[in-house]
């Protein structure tokens, strides 16, 4: 996990050799509109650490979409696994963030030969990768954010993270904007991830009750 200090120093080093980031920023956020280079989640995912987590991440667009590939184990097999991400619905809530995406040209490759039954389907040829969701039945224990996985389309919850549901801060973060802000959608371009947000004032009196009760 980055600590704070780290983050903010990456954050800094890239707008100090990318200045312009701050103009396009500015002119995005008068149409509600906000950028991530894909430099910047190309770092995140380069720190990600642990026995289990993907290796070797890498991340690239195919505008809208992004490109996602990585070292992944599946059942004590080791799979080379490339695919199109798509998010096509984004629900924030006080109770649930919820992501929607869709998985289109998987390719899986196998990194050594193997007689595990995952193995064996890759190499019958009989795992549909048209339905890559499906393959989540494989592992024998799902992420705690993955709530929904059938076909093309995973829905992530982050409040299923227990570190995220813990987090009074986020929480009462959550409670105050998810009145006020959607996200509308969400594409990538050569060089960015673009979220669309649509402001909702009707919600301002349930933002402001939040607050209240959280003074």
Same mark, same amino acid.
Do not use: C, W
């Given at each position: 996990?980055?600590?704070?200090?780290?983050?903010?120093?990456?954050?800094?080093?890239?707008?100090?050799?990318?200045?312009?980031?701050?103009?396009?920023?500015?002119? !995005?956020?008068?149409?509600?509109?906000?950028?991530?280079?894909?430099?910047?989640?190309?770092?995140?995912?380069?720190? %990600?650490?642990?026995? =289990?987590?993907?290796? *070797? %991440?890498?991340?690239?667009?195919?505008?809208?979409?992004?490109?996602?590939?990585?070292?992944?184990?599946?059942?004590?097999?080791p799979l080379r696994a490339t695919t199109?991400?798509?998010?096509?619905?984004?629900?924030?809530?006080?109770?649930?963030?919820? %992501?929607? %995406?869709?998985?289109? !040209?998987?390719?899986?490759?196998?990194?050594? *030969?193997?007689?595990?039954?995952?193995?064996?389907?890759? =190499?019958?040829?009989?795992?549909?990768?048209?339905?890559?969701?499906?393959?989540?039945?494989?592992a024998p224990k799902k992420p705690e954010?993955?709530?929904?996985?059938?076909?093309?389309?995973?829905?992530? *919850?982050?409040?299923?993270?227990?570190?995220?549901?813990? !987090?009074?801060?986020?929480?009462?973060?959550?409670?105050?904007?998810?009145?006020?802000?959607?996200?509308?959608?969400?594409?990538?371009?050569? *060089?960015?991830?673009?979220?669309?947000?649509?402001?909702?004032?009707?919600?301002?009196?349930?933002?402001?009750?939040?607050?209240?009760?959280?003074?």
């Open positions: 996990m980055l600590k704070p200090r780290e983050l903010a120093q990456a954050a800094f080093d890239y707008l100090r050799r990318n200045p312009d980031e701050v103009v396009r920023a500015a002119r !995005n956020a008068a149409g509600l509109r906000f950028g991530v280079p894909v430099a910047a989640l190309r770092y995140f995912t380069s720190q %990600i650490k642990g026995r =289990k987590a993907p290796k *070797d %991440i890498e991340l690239s667009t195919s505008p809208p979409d992004l490109r996602f590939g990585a070292t992944i184990d599946v059942m004590g097999t199109s991400v798509t998010v096509d619905d984004v629900t924030i809530g006080a109770d649930a963030v919820r %992501i929607g %995406i869709r998985l289109s !040209n998987m390719k899986l490759t196998l990194l050594q *030969d193997s007689d595990s039954p995952v193995a064996t389907l890759i =190499k019958s040829g009989a795992l549909d990768l048209s339905k890559p969701a499906n393959l989540v039945s494989f954010a993955i709530v929904e996985a059938e076909g093309d389309r995973i829905v992530l *919850d982050l409040l299923k993270v227990p570190k995220l549901a813990a !987090n009074g801060a986020f929480r009462k973060a959550l409670s105050v904007v998810s009145p006020l802000i959607g996200v509308r959608k969400v594409e990538a371009d050569s *060089d960015h991830v673009y979220v669309a947000l649509r402001a909702t004032p009707r919600g301002l009196l349930q933002a402001i009750n939040a607050i209240r009760n959280g003074a």
